[in-house]
T-cell receptor, first 114, second 114 residues
Framework: SQELEQSPQSLIVQEGKNLTINCTSS?????LYWYKQKYGEGLIFLMM?????EEKSHEKITAKLDEKKQQSSLHITASQPSHAGIYLC??????????????FGKGTKLSVKP | DTAVSQTPKYLVTQMGNDKSIKCEQN?????MYWYKQDSKKFLKIMFS???????INETVPNRFSPKSPDKAHLNLHINSLELGDSAVYFC?????????????FGPGTRLLVL
């Protein structure tokens, strides 16, 4: 069965610093979703990547999917306290995306020190 | 105008009780899901429903039963609650294939079984 491994498990950075979170799949990905979770707020969708080599950015967050579609990275530039939370990568287990269930990595807990 | 809502937000109950968690989505999506997030923050699929038909049923105990009175609702009923059922339960919904889009998550229900 497919598994997603995230690294690091937790990360503490000083405000203003850049950081990268990685997500590695045991099988070729049909797609890759990045979510952020804050306590009491559920999962907030950040970005979805589908094509090998694809890169998307939103505000100060950039996500990439490698050419082989087995690894994704999430990069935050000039981190702020509002970026703190748990970042989860998720992947559909069937082609066609959202109808199949998603599997998730175990998450990366990000703390940003002011 | 919440997209996916869950009630209650918190649920504290005794072992052996029966409880339900409600989920509603106003996005017009055809597929709804229940996920369980354990104490280690690992998020795993439990069920999904498409047009009132159960299409995914992971290895969860039969004490858990999803009930969908209509397309906008997928409630989770749990019989004979056990200590190990303590977790955060997330409801989600998504549009049908072939539209590839993310799943939208509710805020979660924090269940504590004493």
């Amino acid at each position: 069965s497919q598994e997603l491994e995230q690294s690091p498990q937790s990360l503490i950075v000083q405000e203003g610093k850049n950081l990268t979170i990685n997500c590695t799949s045991s099988k070729t990905l049909y797609g890759l979703y990045w979510y952020k979770q804050k306590y009491g707020e559920g999962l907030i969708f950040l970005m979805m990547l589908q094509k090998g080599g694809e890169e998307k950015s939103h505000e100060k967050i950039t996500a990439k999917l490698d050419e082989k579609k087995q690894q994704s990275s999430l990069h935050i530039t000039a981190s702020q306290p509002s970026h703190a939370g748990i970042y989860l990568c998720g992947a559909p287990t069937k082609y066609g995306g959202s109808q199949g269930n998603l599997i998730f990595g175990k998450g990366t807990k990000l703390s940003v020190k002011p | 105008d919440t997209a996916v809502s869950q009630t209650p937000k918190y649920l504290v109950t005794q072992m052996g009780n029966d409880k339900s968690i409600k989920c509603e989505q106003n996005l017009g999506h055809d597929t709804m899901y229940w996920y369980k997030q354990d104490s280690k923050k690992f998020l795993k699929i439990m069920f999904s429903y498409n047009n009132k038909e159960l299409i995914i049923n992971e290895t969860v105990p039969n004490r858990f039963s999803p009930k969908s009175p209509d397309k906008a609702h997928l409630n989770l009923h749990i019989n004979s609650l056990e200590l190990g059922d303590s977790a955060v339960y997330f409801c989600a919904s998504s549009p049908p294939v072939p539209i590839q889009e993310t799943q939208y998550f509710g805020p979660g229900t924090r269940l504590l079984v004493l």
